[in-house]
């Protein structure tokens, strides 16, 4: 057949070459190595019947028929998700470019300049735009930043009111109800109570610690919260504002009425609504909780050489660092659209975005005045974009019928009220279409708009005055010439998959397949607005449905949740879904995590926020779980036991033999089994969650299955349960999702970020049974030829019982500091210089690197590693032999920028050959770091989190020593 087989672009070592790499690593045949390194107790007994593979070609038929299901109506929604315009240039270069999807969060800084300068423009926009000091780089969404904003004053409390068990939060009754949802979620599990109400009447009290409000409200009305904050802040409770970042371009921002926090969701710059995300969830604050704000924030640093360099600040919150302290979780970013939204700002500049929210204001101004020359009430005397229609005599269902013959969507808020809210998008037409349908169901002629009214509809005294976006990044790029070559800038300061292997251990950094990423930019999937009736949306159903059922067989569980959208969201839905099993079967006080050392930070961090107390179960000197002190504690917290926290294989890279004793173990003890999936890449057709005994897992299909990290996200974090914890489900207040009895919103959207489901989708159709099975075992192939080949330079830390590996490993670097003092960051940095990322750096065990090679890379790049691996090792052996100096040799002294390698005053020991080639293939396909390695500690203590520094530098103004 002349159609090509997907599985074989998708997986690196050819069939050939495989033979050889099992020799390498000392068995006969790869099943060899697979029997060896999966226990056979829990090994699948049949193939799994996830169908068969599909061809590149076939799948994208498939796939525009899926999309033609879907119906593109004119949408006047709103509640927070918007029609809106991508740039092209930015779709080209940003979205649907591999060096941008494909990055990893910048961890390591010097080889992440490009996307942290993006970044940091995003922060600044967010800043400038909501009147406040601080922003970090991004949420999940507007509802979770929300709940944030609330957890964040909580934990922040004056010592005064933590004594006093000041524990309320007062929710204003006209915010969105998916805020709302998400809010009350995360408050019962924290010991927080809810209130709601209006907050024109509450009485606050010295038990309130803090507030919400909504701005423009739900309702569409713009309230002057001011009196309300004044009001709050004499009584001590701090203000949190949920604000729809393009009104902020005409309304006074809440920074400027004292505002504590402002939250809200970016995606009405030029982030398609995508039926729900993803989209980048902002959070904004005042310099007093620059220590507690959560997510990450990129600061301004310098380098080795004392130039700027930007890289992730207050990077020790980490939580794999933090763990059972933790308080928020930092695996919560949208990375790429936060990039994309910066960019939208960089390229339309202040009098562009004050051009778009005029056309937007204006468009309800006029349709405004033609529903009231109709007859019709509107209750809204301030509004940005939404009106708030009172139909009187004429049925809602008359407008309804009107509105779906011509293809329109509106909010129908109860019988007699409807809002209508305008975009980026409306036009015109769409306003005349709006307004013959009113006229038509009251029985009237239609007055067309021929002209647009350019009216303000609001009282003066909600009109901004401040500037915005005032530096020269933001009106330097007007041009597409201009914008085009300023991302490529960017982009070329970054590393990418498009360079080399990314091996980081536990993030499975592999192919993203051009054929999975195209739907991205389709606007059958990207235009829909996720609370349109479900007939509109039978396309994305279709797709929901037939990526359930595989999942449902790839875990061997009974259903599959969508919401939570990262990884960290799938861990604290897992979790709140056990707490309501087991509130529902009357053991409320079931609140014990039992977490093995090994385990991802993250899931600590994920019990503490589903209000669990964290026990940690240890591991013994070969990295297994202590099968013995796992029974001591499941036992002596029997009575309490709520969860089992377990990644499989764990974390130290080892597939553990006696995982289903463990797991019974927890069950005999009245505790459910939550599996972290992480590493499932490994599992893929060898085993499954359900197979080892698991209650519920999360997916992380930014890993497994395929849809690219974007420099930080979007990651998608879906759970699957077994039939006793399907009725928990998460439900959504707009959209009926969930189970019979569950728990509430756990995310802004109903299925989450439903956008790049389509990549996951593409991914297992096109590979099938047959192709996940190869996966998992050409990763676990893959690691075990490096582990071999890395024999006698590094010791692996850990392996399992018969001596392998599973898809990742634990490389000790340990050693090396007593004998060269060269630390396993050294190594790191060296690593760049030989054009490769980093692997994953002190985790789970400090002083170690963590390497994952994935199924997708070619025996070819993985010898160029294992090379650079070794030449490594014999650079540290030199240090080492006293060869060369201690101090100022290779290792210690890279990355070596380009700068620094063609500078005239060159004053090192040894070569800049060396420094820059020291391999010979190197020449062909150098990436040069763009900074050498960077002050960390000094970034934390002077923490500049906004853009000035970057122009001031450019303008060769800056001095660091104007931060002493």
């Given at each position: 057949?002349?159609?090509?087989?997907?599985?074989?672009?998708?997986?690196?070592?050819?069939?050939?070459?495989?033979?050889?790499?099992?020799?390498?690593?000392?068995?006969?045949?790869?099943?060899?190595?697979?029997?060896?390194?999966?226990?056979p107790?829990?090994?699948?007994?049949?193939?799994?019947?996830?169908?068969?593979?599909?061809?590149?070609?076939?799948?994208?038929?498939?796939?525009?028929?899926?999309?033609?299901?879907?119906?593109?109506?004119?949408?006047?929604?709103?509640?927070?998700?918007?029609?809106?315009?991508?740039?092209?240039?930015?779709?080209?270069?940003?979205?649907?470019?591999?060096?941008w999807?494909?990055?990893?969060?910048?961890?390591?800084?010097?080889?992440?300049?490009?996307?942290?300068?993006?970044?940091?423009?995003?922060?600044?926009?967010?800043?400038?735009?909501?009147?406040?000091q601080?922003?970090?780089?991004?949420?999940?969404?507007?509802?979770?930043?929300?709940?944030?904003?609330?957890?964040?004053?909580y934990?922040?409390?004056?010592?005064?009111?933590?004594?006093?068990?000041?524990?309320?939060?007062?929710?204003?009754?006209?915010?969105?109800?998916?805020?709302?949802?998400?809010?009350?979620?995360?408050?019962?599990?924290?010991?927080?109570?809810?209130?709601?109400?209006?907050?024109?009447?509450?009485?606050?009290?010295?038990?309130?610690?803090?507030?919400?409000?909504?701005?423009?409200?739900?309702?569409?009305?713009?309230?002057?919260?001011?009196?309300?904050?004044?009001?709050?802040?004499?009584?001590?409770?701090?203000?949190?504002?949920?604000?729809?970042?393009?009104?902020?371009?005409?309304?006074?921002?809440?920074?400027?009425?004292?505002?504590?926090?402002?939250?809200?969701?970016?995606?009405?710059?030029?982030i398609?609504?995508?039926?729900?995300?993803?989209?980048?969830?902002?959070?904004?604050?005042?310099e007093?909780?620059?220590?507690?704000?959560?997510?990450?924030?990129?600061?301004?640093?310098?380098?080795?050489?004392?130039?700027?360099?930007?890289?992730?600040?207050?990077?020790?919150?980490?939580?794999?660092?933090?763990?059972?302290?933790?308080?928020?979780?930092?695996?919560?970013?949208?990375?790429?659209?936060?990039?994309?939204?910066?960019?939208?700002?960089?390229?339309?500049?202040?009098?562009?975005?004050?051009?778009?929210?005029?056309?937007?204001?204006?468009?309800?101004?006029?349709?405004?005045?033609?529903?009231?020359?109709?007859?019709?009430?509107?209750?809204?005397?301030?509004?940005?974009d939404?009106?708030?229609?009172?139909?009187?005599?004429?049925?809602?269902?008359?407008?309804?019928k009107?509105?779906?013959?011509r293809?329109?969507?509106?909010?129908?808020?109860?019988?007699?009220?409807?809002?209508?809210?305008?975009?980026?998008?409306?036009?015109?037409?769409?306003?005349?279409?709006v307004?013959?349908?009113?006229?038509?169901?009251?029985?009237?002629?239609?007055?067309?708009?021929?002209?647009?009214?350019?009216?303000?509809?609001?009282?003066?005294?909600?009109?901004?005055?401040?500037?915005?976006?005032?530096?020269?990044?933001?009106?330097?790029?007007?041009?597409?010439?201009?914008?085009?070559?300023?991302?490529?800038?960017?982009?070329?300061?970054?590393?990418?998959?498009?360079?080399?292997?990314?091996s980081?251990?536990?993030?499975?950094?592999?192919?993203?397949?051009?054929?999975?990423?195209?739907?991205?930019?389709?606007?059958?999937?990207?235009?829909?607005?996720?609370?349109?009736?479900?007939?509109?949306?039978?396309?994305?159903?279709?797709?929901?449905?037939?990526?359930?059922?595989?999942?449902?067989?790839?875990?061997?569980?009974?259903?599959?949740?969508?919401?939570?959208?990262?990884?960290?969201?799938?861990?604290?839905?897992?979790?709140?879904?056990?707490?309501?099993?087991?509130?529902?079967?009357?053991?409320?006080?079931?609140?014990?995590?039992?977490?093995?050392?090994?385990?991802h930070?993250?899931?600590?961090?994920?019990?503490?926020?589903?209000?669990?107390?964290?026990?940690?179960?240890?591991?013994?000197?070969?990295?297994?779980?202590?099968?013995?002190?796992?029974?001591?504690?499941?036992?002596?917290?029997?009575?309490?036991?709520?969860?089992?926290?377990?990644?499989?294989?764990?974390?130290?890279?080892?597939?553990?033999?006696?995982?289903?004793?463990?797991?019974?173990?927890?069950?005999?003890?009245?505790?459910?089994?939550?599996?972290?999936?992480?590493?499932?890449?490994?599992?893929?057709?060898?085993?499954?969650p359900?197979?080892?005994?698991?209650?519920?897992?999360?997916?992380?299909?930014?890993?497994?299955?395929?849809?690219?990290?974007?420099?930080?996200?979007?990651?998608?974090?879906?759970?699957?349960?077994?039939?006793?914890?399907?009725?928990?489900?998460?439900?959504?207040?707009?959209?009926?999702?969930?189970?019979?009895k569950?728990?509430?919103?756990?995310?802004?959207a109903?299925?989450?970020?439903?956008?790049?489901l389509?990549?996951?989708?593409?991914?297992?159709?096109?590979?099938?049974?047959?192709?996940?099975?190869?996966?998992?075992?050409?990763?676990?192939?893959?690691?075990?030829?490096?582990?071999?080949?890395?024999?006698?330079?590094?010791?692996?830390?850990?392996?399992?019982?018969?001596?392998?590996?599973?898809?990742?490993?634990?490389?000790?670097?340990?050693?090396?500091?007593?004998?060269?003092?060269?630390?396993?960051?050294?190594?790191?940095?060296?690593?760049?210089?030989?054009?490769?990322?980093?692997?994953?750096?002190?985790?789970?065990?400090?002083?170690?690197?963590?390497?994952?090679?994935?199924?997708?890379?070619s025996?070819?790049?993985?010898?160029?590693?294992i090379?650079?691996?070794?030449?490594?090792?014999n650079?540290?052996?030199?240090?080492?032999?006293?060869?060369?100096?201690?101090?100022?040799?290779?290792?210690?002294?890279a990355?070596?920028?380009?700068?620094?390698?063609?500078?005239?005053?060159?004053?090192?020991?040894?070569?800049r050959?060396?420094?820059?080639?020291?391999?010979?293939?190197?020449?062909?396909?150098?990436?040069?770091?763009?900074?050498?390695?960077?002050?960390?500690?000094?970034?934390?203590?002077?923490?500049?989190?906004?853009?000035?520094?970057?122009?001031?530098?450019?303008?060769?103004?800056?001095?660091?020593?104007?931060?002493?």
């Amino acid at each position: 057949m002349a159609l090509d087989n997907f599985i074989q672009r998708h997986n690196g070592p050819r069939d050939h070459e495989i033979s050889k790499m099992v020799e390498k690593i000392g068995v006969s045949s790869l099943d060899e190595l697979i029997d060896k390194t999966v226990p056979p107790a829990i090994r699948l007994k049949e193939p799994m019947a996830v169908g068969k593979a599909m061809s590149e070609y076939e799948y994208s038929n498939k796939l525009r028929r899926i999309a033609a299901k879907n119906k593109l109506y004119k949408s006047f929604i709103g509640l927070g998700y918007y029609d809106t315009i991508t740039p092209a240039v930015i779709q080209r270069n940003i979205l649907e470019n591999p060096s941008w999807y494909t990055s990893y969060t910048p961890y390591q800084a010097e080889i992440s300049q490009g996307r942290l300068e993006a970044l940091l423009n995003f922060q600044t926009v967010i800043s400038d735009l909501t009147g406040m000091q601080l922003a970090n780089a991004s949420l999940l969404d507007e509802s979770t930043a929300a709940s944030e904003a609330m957890i964040m004053l909580y934990n922040a409390r004056p010592r005064k009111q933590a004594k006093a068990g000041a524990n309320v939060f007062f929710i204003d009754e006209n915010m969105f109800p998916q805020n709302i949802d998400v809010i009350e979620a995360r408050a019962v599990p924290l010991g927080i109570e809810v209130v709601k109400g209006s907050f024109k009447s509450v009485e606050l009290n010295d038990k309130i610690f803090g507030a919400i409000v909504q701005y423009p409200a739900v309702d569409g009305k713009v309230e002057d919260y001011k009196e309300f904050v004044e009001k709050a802040h004499a009584n001590e409770t701090a203000v949190a504002v949920a604000a729809d970042i393009m009104s902020l371009v005409l309304l006074t921002p809440p920074g400027e009425w004292g505002a504590d926090v402002v939250v809200g969701s970016t995606q009405r710059f030029g982030i398609p609504m995508g039926y729900g995300g993803p989209h980048a969830g902002y959070f904004a604050t005042s310099e007093k909780y620059k220590r507690n704000i959560p997510g990450r924030i990129i600061g301004v640093s310098k380098d080795a050489q004392n130039k700027l360099a930007l890289r992730m600040a207050l990077q020790t919150r980490e939580q794999h660092i933090k763990r059972e302290r933790a308080t928020s979780n930092i695996c919560t970013a949208q990375a790429l659209l936060a990039t994309m939204a910066g960019m939208y700002a960089v390229y339309h500049g202040a009098e562009g975005l004050k051009r778009i929210a005029l056309h937007i204001h204006y468009m309800a101004v006029t349709l405004n005045e033609k529903l009231q020359a109709l007859g019709f009430e509107q209750e809204n005397k301030d509004f940005f974009d939404t009106l708030k229609v009172k139909l009187g005599n004429v049925k809602l269902a008359d407008i309804q019928k009107l509105a779906l013959q011509r293809e329109i969507n509106l909010n129908y808020i109860d019988d007699n009220t409807i809002g209508i809210s305008t975009d980026e998008t409306t036009l015109l037409t769409d306003l005349n279409d709006v307004i013959e349908v009113f006229a038509q169901a009251a029985e009237k002629k239609a007055d067309v708009a021929c002209h647009i009214n350019e009216k303000i509809g609001l009282n003066s005294k909600f009109k901004r005055t401040s500037e915005f976006l005032t530096l020269e990044i933001f009106s330097r790029y007007r041009s597409e010439t201009e914008m085009m070559r300023y991302i490529k800038k960017l982009e070329r300061k970054d590393f990418s998959l498009t360079h080399s292997m990314i091996s980081l251990g536990s993030c499975t950094m592999k192919l993203n397949a051009a054929n999975e990423m195209f739907a991205m930019s389709w606007p059958e999937f990207g235009g829909l607005h996720p609370f349109v009736p479900a007939d509109q949306a039978e396309g994305y159903h279709q797709l929901f449905k037939e990526l359930e059922e595989d999942l449902k067989v790839i875990t061997g569980f009974d259903a599959i949740s969508f919401q939570p959208n990262s990884g960290a969201a799938g861990e604290y839905t897992g979790l709140m879904v056990i707490r309501e099993y087991h509130i529902e079967n009357g053991q409320e006080h079931r609140d014990v995590a039992l977490i093995p050392s090994s385990a991802h930070g993250t899931n600590p961090a994920s019990a503490v926020m589903a209000g669990m107390k964290v026990v940690v179960v240890e591991c013994d000197e070969n990295g297994n779980i202590d099968i013995e002190d796992l029974k001591k504690k499941a036992e002596e917290h029997k009575e309490n036991l709520a969860a089992w926290m377990v990644t499989y294989p764990s974390t130290h890279g080892v597939f553990e033999s006696q995982i289903r004793e463990m797991n019974q173990i927890v069950h005999d003890n009245g505790g459910l089994v939550y599996m972290d999936g992480a590493n499932m890449n490994a599992q893929l057709g060898l085993t499954n969650p359900a197979s080892i005994g698991a209650d519920v897992c999360h997916l992380n299909l930014h890993k497994t299955f395929a849809i690219p990290h974007g420099g930080g996200g979007p990651g998608v974090g879906p759970i699957g349960v077994n039939e006793k914890l399907l009725p928990y489900l998460p439900s959504h207040p707009v959209v009926k999702t969930g189970g019979e009895k569950a728990i509430k919103a756990v995310s802004a959207a109903p299925w989450g970020s439903a956008h790049v489901l389509t990549i996951s989708h593409a991914f297992i159709k096109m590979m099938g049974g047959e192709g996940l099975t190869s996966v998992g075992k050409i990763a676990i192939l893959n690691a075990n030829y490096l582990a071999a080949s890395l024999k006698g330079y590094y010791d692996i830390l850990y392996t399992g019982e018969t001596g392998y590996v599973a898809h990742e490993m634990i490389v000790e670097c340990r050693n090396f500091k007593p004998m060269a003092n060269i630390t396993e960051a050294d190594i790191a940095k060296r690593l760049m210089d030989y054009g490769f990322h980093a692997p994953t750096l002190s985790f789970p065990v400090h002083g170690t690197l963590m390497v994952e090679p994935t199924e997708s890379e070619s025996l070819q790049e993985l010898d160029r590693f294992i090379e650079s691996m070794i030449a490594i090792y014999n650079e540290i052996i030199e240090v080492k032999d006293g060869k060369v100096d201690a101090e100022n040799n290779v290792v210690r002294n890279a990355p070596h920028t380009q700068d620094v390698v063609v500078a005239n005053d060159w004053d090192r020991p040894y070569e800049r050959e060396k420094a820059a080639f020291p391999l010979n293939w190197i020449r062909e396909n150098k990436f040069w770091p763009t900074v050498s390695r960077i002050d960390d500690g000094f970034g934390d203590r002077n923490l500049i989190c906004s853009c000035a520094p970057i122009e001031e530098y450019r303008e060769g103004k800056f001095s660091f020593e104007n931060l002493k």
